[in-house]
Structures are given as structure tokens and as C-alpha cells.
């Protein structure tokens, strides 16, 4: 639940959340154009400080997504990094909260064109504890195709690409699905509406590039690397087909929203008894201790609000 006296960040000032507002004129609203991150604090053990996740990644692919898309942000490096901790820390936060930095391009001109000189920085908060609140979810493979890098680059997290995300999801739910998995034009399996997809068969875990049309997901770098270097698990990156997502022994999708989310069927084909698979378990109970400050050589992916 919002705060009615919440606070947010808008273009250079710290503003009540209801004058955070864009003219209906706006190039951000009528075209798309912008792009976002989204990024997670968690509540430590102790009930008062939150830590950020990678906040510091965060921000580095807004720069990348920036010069991109052509578009400015209000700072160095460190300067984005302490409004969005300011942000957070003006909205008194003391619970598992998640926050968006949005780039827009706000000239309230006709024309889709983006400039530098355009760009407005917004940061909002809220409260989250889960994205998706099921234990496990079914999922199926959608109709529609997830936008091709050369067209829209997911790798920006653009505003604009998440209608492809909104007709693919609406899909799946009219349907009796919980989410919708894309593949590329090619045919090959590229992410869900807002997740990435990681598979286990034989012992080993699978999960398609970043260059399948999908985000370069911090949340996925993460989990490989907390699956190899402190479980152990063999990783593979490399292209997935659909009808192996029907074969894999364990499957979940994982993002700064879903976290790690179990998968408990695709296409109506059940996986792996339909119950979380031991991979699966492991990396979220890992997951959790790791974002919750529990694992000490991983403390270094925390970034804590309250000095």
C-alpha cells in the first residue's frame, strides 16, 4: 500500500508524488520514448536498515541504455546513485521496497524524435514484497514475438518495447496463464513478459544470451554466478528451443521483480513432477540470504540506505 505523503524525484527536485507529472503533450507519453530500471532494497534482519541490490549495476546499464537511446542523466555515476538512495531514504523506508529510475524524453514537441536536451530523471518508490504471488506458475509460450534488438533494444529496458510485454501477458492471462514466454523471430526461446528463463536438465542449468532479443539481466548475471561460484552448479549459456522448455527437469524466471520464480508448467506440459526442483530451491533460498545481507562474501552487491 502507497503512502500518501510520499515523495519523488522529478527532473532536479524532490517533489510530493502527485506533482510528479508529465504534460498530455509529452513525447515520453504519446511515443514511448524513454527507458527504466527497476531495482530492489531489502529489509535486513535487524528491521531497520534496507540494503539495495546491485544498485550500482542498476545504474550503469541506465547510462548504457542512455547513450543508447540518446538521452541525459543529472550526474556522474555517483550522483544517480545518491538520488535514487535519497529517494528512498526521503520516503522514511523500512520494508522490502522497490524503485524506479525512469530517463524520459519529456519535449512536449510533435515529432518522435529523441534529444539529449529532452531528457528528464524521475525516481519513484513503493512498497514490494512479491511481483508475483504465486509459489509456483504455469506458463505458455506466446504468439506474439518478442521485438527484434535491431528494431527496439530490449537491452535499453525501453518504455515503448513493453506493449510487445503487455499484449504477450494479456494473452497468456486470457488464456488461464500466470506469464507468457517470447521467442525471437528466429523461433528461439528469449525471455518472458519481464523475466529472463533459466532451465535445468541433467544436473546442469541452461539459460539463452542476452543477445536473443532480451534484457542483459543484472538479476540473471547474479544467479549465474551465486550458482556457480557458491553452489557449484554447472552453467551453460546458449540457445533454447521451445519444445526443450517441455523437457527440462526444472525451469524458473527470475528478474529484480519475480526474483526467483518457479515454473510448474509450460504449455500445459508439467515439469519435473510439478514441484519445485532442487536447483530451484537451493538458488532461492540462496537468493534470499544473499539480498537479506546473510552471506558475508556477498555484501558487496549491497548498497545500505541508512548510514
Not at 54 to 76: F, M, N, T
Amino acid at each position: 500500500m502507497l503512502h500518501a505523503d510520499m515523495v519523488t524525484y522529478f527532473n532536479g527536485k524532490f517533489v510530493d508524488d502527485a506533482d510528479a507529472t508529465v504534460n498530455v503533450r509529452s513525447r515520453a507519453l504519446n511515443y514511448g520514448l524513454g527507458c527504466f530500471g527497476g531495482i530492489r532494497g531489502y529489509l535486513a534482519d535487524d528491521g531497520h536498515q534496507v540494503n539495495v541490490f546491485r544498485l550500482d549495476q542498476h545504474v550503469r546499464r541506465l547510462e548504457l541504455s542512455a547513450r543508447i537511446l540518446y538521452l541525459k542523466l543529472p550526474g556522474s555515476h555517483a550522483d544517480v546513485c545518491e538520488i535514487i538512495t535519497e529517494t528512498i531514504r526521503r520516503n522514511e523506508v523500512h520494508f522490502d521496497v522497490y524503485a524506479r529510475p525512469l530517463l524520459i524524453s519529456n519535449s512536449e514537441k510533435l515529432a518522435p524524435v529523441l534529444r539529449e536536451e529532452d531528457s528528464c530523471f524521475i525516481v519513484y518508490t513503493m512498497p514490494l514484497k512479491r511481483y508475483i504471488d504465486k509459489d509456483m506458475i504455469d506458463v505458455a509460450v506466446s504468439s506474439w514475438r518478442r521485438v527484434r534488438d535491431n528494431a527496439i533494444p530490449a537491452r535499453t529496458k525501453p518504455t515503448g518495447v513493453y506493449l510487445n510485454s503487455a499484449l504477450a501477458r494479456r494473452e497468456a492471462f486470457d488464456n488461464g496463464f500466470d506469464e507468457a514466454i517470447f521467442l525471437t523471430e528466429d523461433g528461439k526461446v528469449s525471455e518472458g513478459s519481464a523475466e529472463h528463463i533459466f532451465i535445468a536438465r541433467r544436473g546442469v542449468l541452461y539459460s539463452p544470451p542476452s543477445t536473443e532479443d532480451n534484457l542483459d539481466g543484472i538479476t540473471r548475471r547474479s544467479i549465474i554466478t551465486m550458482a556457480t561460484e557458491d553452489l557449484g552448479y554447472k552453467f551453460v549459456e546458449r540457445s533454447i528451443g521451445r519444445s526443450e522448455l517441455y523437457v527440462a527437469d526444472e525451469m524458473f524466471l527470475c528478474g529484480t521483480g519475480a526474483q526467483i520464480t518457479p515454473v510448474r508448467s509450460v504449455d500445459r506440459r508439467v515439469l519435473g513432477g510439478g514441484q519445485i526442483g532442487p536447483m530451484t530451491q537451493a538458488l532461492k533460498t540462496h537468493f534470499d540470504n544473499v539480498v537479506h545481507g546473510r552471506v558475508a562474501h556477498r555484501t558487496e552487491w549491497l548498497t545500505p540506505i541508512w548510514r
